[in-house]
């Protein structure tokens, strides 16, 4: 986990989770989770939190960091887009276990 913090306060985190997958090449990663506090907003911590997310990947030689974005959330998508992120047309299921 990737922790923002300012005087103190938290103020964003990433949540990094690795994996391997023979699609990818490899060892990958994925982004579970990225917040920034509402306040704290485009002020560079997103980017400064994917980067270092990207240098984490690099350090364990990750082939491929992968995310998830609501098709609603159009800062997002802009952020991730200009840090070099492309879509992919792949629908994410998901089943809820007991």
Known sequence: MLV???HEAVVGYLV???GFS???GGRDAFVDELYVAPEQRSRGLGT???EAAEAA???RRARALHLVVEGA???AQRLYRRLGFTGREVFLLTKQLP
């Open 4 to 6: 923002a913090a300012e």
């Open 22 to 24: 023979p699609e990818s």
């Open 48 to 50: 400064a939190m994917i």
């Open 16 to 18: 990094l989770v690795w």
């Open 57 to 59: 990947c690099a350090t």
């Open 73 to 75: 959330n159009a800062g």
